[in-house]
């Protein structure tokens, strides 16, 4: 279970998350929209403790990630995968030596990480073909799903997506939201994805939109277009900001 309770995160004069609430149940899949800008990314990294909030609490199992330092934060780390949103692939290593990095670093052999790493990449749909080839070499697509191999072999509780789909074709996208959806179900992993991609709602469970530093909706995914939030409303059709009582909301 994560629990925010009045999460508050300021950059000089700018506001960025202002008095959040936030639960996530075990096995949760949610989606969190919001117009560019709001705070999404900050947000995710509070959750993970890579930000410090000014204020509030963030609660993973009952311990308050706020307060964590040193070795208490690193197991934390170890609970929560995090995908970022250009898969951050380091371009000296090849694919083989990218999704072992952490076992790498911490005196494993090559030879030892080896089956681990061809687990992971057979989970997101890649080939043994790939072990040795260099992140230039790999299409936006092929990328992720690296990325997201690395990740699942910390064998995380949470795993946090940050705009899985930016930049890719709608084809890809369709295939990175099958996996993550694949992953969330044969993982049975608590699942958290920001996306401005209206599709998700077709794989999350759950949909939360924030607005001004504040989580102002949180329901099911199915029922999203149904909403009469005017704000959700606007958004997920894609309309532009401001009154919109040409369909009836004040």
Known sequence: MIKI?????????????????????????????????????????????????????????????????????????????????????LDSLNVLENVGITALENGKSIDEVKPAVIEKLTSVGLAQDVLEKFPDELSGGMKKRVGLARTLMLNPKILIYDEPTTGLDPITVRLIHELIKKTHVEHKITTIVISHDIEIFKYATHVAMLNEGKIVYKGPAQSIWECDNPYIYQFIRGLPEGPIKQIGFE
Do not use: M, W
């Not at 900050?42 to 706020?66: C, F, H, M, R």
């Open 5 to 89: 309770t009045n999460l508050k995160k300021s950059f000089g004069e700018k506001i960025i998350t202002n008095g959040l609430n936030l639960e996530v149940g075990d096995g949760e899949f949610l989606a969190i929209i919001g117009r560019s800008g709001e705070g999404k990314s900050v947000l995710l990294k509070q959750l993970i403790g890579l930000l410090k909030p000014d204020s509030g609490t963030v609660l993973i199992d009952n311990q308050n990630i706020a307060t964590l330092k040193g070795k208490k934060l690193q197991e934390v780390f170890h609970k929560c995968g995090y995908v970022f949103q250009f898969a951050a692939l």
